[in-house]
């Protein structure tokens, strides 16, 4: 997608350097564009922990993009024994999204029958590319799929359709188009009126910052609310359909995703609001069956909630809100029944949150 | 209550200069300890208007000052009719909370018949006096009947009890006590320990900057929380009862909060957590059966959206968190339906939420 009409990814190869990843700075964003340079796995592994890149599918490339770097620093020797110690640390940034694990495996098995170094390094770039493109590509088919239920939506109401996402699940999530916000550029794009709700989602405020930027970039019309603001725009009639990401769905349809999600699928259930969850199947973890008791949930720093982050005199800042000597706690994620699931937007197609109906479209995964 | 030491309300008419209203500026909390000085109905309205002041009870403390120095500001010609436009300048200051038109309403009543000037302003202060008691009152009956809730479940579990509130319905809002703390109080200066999950509240953070900052001054143990956490803590058993406050009731028990108390109400009922309000019955309106459809929800500047108050480099500043271009919404309550309220929490006991159960508390009004 373009900011400012130059066309971005989040995660790109730098084309004169093979050692070095480049990644849009998320943490200083809307207020600040900037680059970080990534030439070593800690960075790599910084860059995930600290969210510089974050969301589910840009985890995973970005673990894929370390895997490089890993196999680029790789002393001799047992060559699998040091990218599996690598591939462990990578892994073990972030705990609940399941493309970073499922990024790194691909790329560990991708390079195992290899003997030659450099032979590795040009499996696990060529492998990196494509994790990448075919992130890019999923979501450009749960646009493909997702329009149609917001232009129904349309056809019926003869309005503007007003969508409720919760968090970022963007393109700057998924290395392009976004999984949520792909129903609403393909809807915006193809002419359907448009509105989204951009919930502002503390800690991080990721709504607020990023889902707004993007959707400004892009000339989309949306309004910033605060998490509590959605139970009562449901209630007034204000929301015709909700789209949010998820970072680890089961094989049953339980969907992790963005701490607060699962309070605005139970106000959707309470006012009939159709609540779809968009991914690519690539988060969907196929050993799980119960999501709130399987589902690890990241704990974060709590000073994430203490302060918050912002635009001050011409520089940002952060700001410390409660009482310095109150404690906090920072849960990342909440887990979302399929019970309360309209359905999910996948790139093959629509379906419900069920392992019968999932299993319909990844018949492979019987 | 006390603050290091010293016991506050947070407002008081000035002991030496009778033409003086002083309030804790609740704005500035809980960085800074500041005291505005009320002596005209302009910075009254301000005051309410600004949140200076803030909370139903305190509010209708407010309104009925401002009557005072209202009557004190009269010119003479027809004193009613001044006092009447005087009144509704005043009622109309915030919309949602019942408690300032009927203190307001309660100080015109009560002058009504006085002809000389002096005994208007005399009957008028010593009804803001009774005002300002009868709500600390109410709000110490409230613990009362309250305590035996949090004791129950702490006899059940041998455990202590985790409380989630929402917003501020402490005795910063409430004049003493406060109504969804006063039993939370009451267990805790009862030996029956209990730790407080606190809401930060969005937008403005009362939970974060206020309730935080009370408990903190009381030693009751508590950690703040963004308005996302509370469905997970919940789905995890870390949740024994949500208590809120409410700044109006209707006669049926639907109950219009701080936008997002709706939302913890949802999450409560799905994982079978009780959900109480603590209400003293002037936050009745006993006109109204029907709280989504009939309840005013006031709307607020957007910047409060936009901009986070907190401290930094040692001072107050505000921070702007979304592109400066993105507009946001501020809807500053909404209403939970009678249907996922466990039980009212009032001076005269507990009742369920509904027409009937509250006529038996509160006969009078049948």
């Known amino acids: 997608m373009k900011i400012n009409g130059t066309w971005y990814r989040p995660i790109w190869p730098d084309e004169d350097d093979p050692g070095l990843v480049r990644v849009i700075d998320q943490r200083r964003l809307p207020h600040e564009f900037a680059v970080l340079d990534i030439?070593?796995?800690?960075?790599?592994?910084?860059?995930?922990?600290?969210?510089?890149?974050?969301?589910?599918?840009l985890i995973g490339a970005t673990g894929a993009w370390a895997m490089v770097l890993a196999l680029r620093a790789c002393p001799g020797g047992d060559q699998d024994a040091w990218l599996g110690r690598e591939a462990a640390r990578i892994a073990a940034a972030r705990p609940t999204a399941v493309n970073l694990a499922w990024a790194v495996d691909r790329v560990a098995a991708a390079v195992r029958g290899a003997e030659d170094p450099e032979e590795r390094i040009s499996l696990a770039r060529q492998l990196a590319l494509e994790i990448a493109d075919n992130e890019a590509e999923c979501c450009r088919m749960i646009g493909v799929h997702g329009l149609p239920l917001v232009r129904d939506i349309h056809k019926k109401t003869n309005k503007t359709v007003n969508i409720l996402t919760h968090c970022n699940a963007g393109w700057l999530a998924c290395v392009d188009y976004g999984t949520a916000t792909a129903p609403v550029y393909a809807a915006h794009d193809a002419g359907v009126p448009v509105h989204v709700w951009v919930d502002e989602t503390r800690p991080l405020n990721q709504g607020?910052?990023?889902?707004?930027?993007e959707l400004a970039a892009?000339?989309?019309?949306h309004t910033v609310v605060t998490d509590n603001a959605g139970g009562h725009l449901m209630q007034h009639g204000m929301v015709d359909m909700v789209i949010v990401g998820t970072d680890r769905t089961t094989r049953t349809g339980d969907v992790a995703n963005k701490v607060g999600t699962y309070l605005k699928a139970l106000a959707a259930r309470d006012n009939s609001v159709p609540f779809y969850v968009a991914l690519p199947s690539s988060t969907i973890d196929w050993n799980m069956e119960d999501g709130v008791r399987e589902i690890p949930i990241e704990t974060r720093d709590p000073d994430e909630v203490r302060f918050v982050q912002g635009l001050f005199d011409g520089a940002l800042v952060k700001v410390l809100v409660p009482p310095e000597k109150s404690q906090a706690l920072n849960v990342a994620f909440d887990v979302t029944p399929a019970r309360l699931v309209t359905g999910l937007v996948t790139e093959r197609g629509v379906c419900g949150a069920g392992e019968k109906e999932i299993l319909g479209l990844f018949p492979e995964r019987a």
Chains 1, 2 share one sequence.
């Open 39 to 57: 030439r070593d796995v800690d960075t790599a592994i910084f860059a995930i922990k600290d969210m510089v890149v974050r969301g589910a599918p």
């Open 218 to 221: 892009h000339g989309v019309p």
């Open 208 to 213: 607020a910052r990023l889902t707004a930027f």
